[in-house]
């Protein structure tokens, strides 16, 4: 398995509600990201694990609370979120060292109403 | 900020070759550069990456100068499925075993019928 997949793919959400972004992958890769990305821009990093551990929050506001339950998963819980949210949220995972950098994940497209 | 520049367009004839440019004049010495390419709303997809070498893979080739601090991506036989936008990338070591991937804005490669 040399993918890495990432649940539900569309996602439409009111500003009240919670909801979660789901991420997996099968390598045994043990550094797991997300990034964000708005419409025509570049994807922008949020947080990083690695070893299941955070190692990086990009001082992402407390509405997006990432967990990694175990080395092949990552969330990403949503809370009041508001409409400029709204955006392609990408899961990537890495090895390490001297590899094929990250396998990005095919992103869940987020819409806040 | 992001550690590259590139040009923001290009075009490449059908079946030509395609060379995309990037600087990345402030590159460390153990720092990777990465090329990874995005198609519309897809997540981005891995080309190949390089430290001081030369590379070909099967898709495409990386030619890094003697000095590091340009690269060129070669497609050999551009095709309209190359359409995308390209991201010239330097990764940077961000602790145990994960690697920081920052996106510049890229190149929109057009590949012209």
């Known amino acids: 398995d040399t993918e890495v997949t990432q649940t539900p793919k569309h996602l439409v959400m009111g500003m009240t509600n919670k909801k979660s972004l789901k991420c997996e992958q099968h390598?045994?890769?043990?550094?797991m990201y997300w990034y964000k990305q708005k419409a025509k821009k570049p994807p922008e990093l949020m947080f990083v694990?690695?070893?299941?551990?955070?190692?990086i929050n990009e001082s992402v506001p407390s509405r997006f609370s990432p967990e990694c339950p175990n080395s092949s998963l990552l969330n990403l819980h949503l809370h009041a979120l508001q409409p400029e949210d709204s955006a392609l949220y990408l899961c990537?995972?890495?090895?390490?060292?001297?590899?094929?950098?990250?396998?990005f994940g095919s992103g869940t497209r987020l819409t806040v109403v | 900020d992001a550690k590259t520049t590139q040009p923001t367009s290009m075009d490449c004839a059908e079946g030509r070759a395609a060379n995309l440019p990037c600087n990345h004049s402030?590159?460390?010495?153990?720092?990777?550069v990465y090329w990874y390419r995005q198609i519309h709303s897809q997540g981005p997809q891995y080309i190949i990456h390089g430290l001081k070498n030369n590379e070909t893979n099967e898709m495409a080739s990386l030619i890094i100068t003697e000095d590091r601090k340009s690269s060129t991506l070669i497609l050999p036989h551009a095709t309209l499925r190359d359409t995308a936008v390209y991201y010239c990338i330097v990764s940077s070591y961000s602790g145990a075993g994960s690697y920081q991937l920052t996106f510049g804005k890229g190149t929109k490669l057009s590949v012209i019928p």
């Open positions: 694990y690695s070893y299941e551990k955070l190692s």
């Open positions: 390598m045994g890769h043990r550094a």
């Open positions: 402030t590159i460390s010495g153990n720092e990777y």
């Open positions: 990537a995972s890495s090895q390490g060292f001297d590899d094929y950098g990250y396998t």
